[in-house]
Nanobody, 121 residues
Framework: QVQLVESGGGLVQPGGSLRLSCTIS????????KGWYRQSPGKQRESVAT???????TYADSVKGRFTISRDNSKNTVYLQMNSLKPEDTAVYYC???????????????WGQGTQVTVSS
């Protein structure tokens, strides 16, 4: 059974850094990518950073220059490096990946369980 396992969240002071990891547990055929989303209390889930199959990243305006998304295909892992964190970055961060489980045209959306990031002094 394929699952996404997230790690790396926590409490950090403003200006600090965290690195989130999203690792695919189970056998897959291909990682087609996507990325990270976040949701704060009372707000809709929003896209933070995504990456295409070819590795092209896209960032929300609010995190450009501070966050970096990357992928390590050998480890079946997608990362989100977050620097210069601000209190408004506080949210539950979710990994969302599009995976092919076997050769063919079908792909499937998977979500991680979410990891809490709190930026506070």
């Amino acid at each position: 059974q394929v699952q996404l396992v997230e790690s790396g969240g926590g409490l950090v002071q403003p200006g600090g850094s965290l690195r989130l990891s999203c690792t695919i547990s189970g056998d897959i055929f291909s990682l087609n990518a996507k990325g990270w989303y976040r949701q704060s209390p009372g707000k809709q889930r929003e896209s933070v950073a995504t990456v295409t199959r070819g590795g092209t990243p896209t960032y929300a305006d609010s995190v450009k220059g501070r966050f970096t998304i990357s992928r390590d295909n050998s480890k079946n892992t997608v990362y989100l490096q977050m620097n210069s964190l601000k209190p408004e970055d506080t949210a539950v961060y979710y990994c969302n990946l599009e995976l092919q489980l076997e050769a063919g045209p079908d792909s499937y959306d998977f979500w991680g369980q979410g990891t809490q990031v709190t930026v506070s002094s």
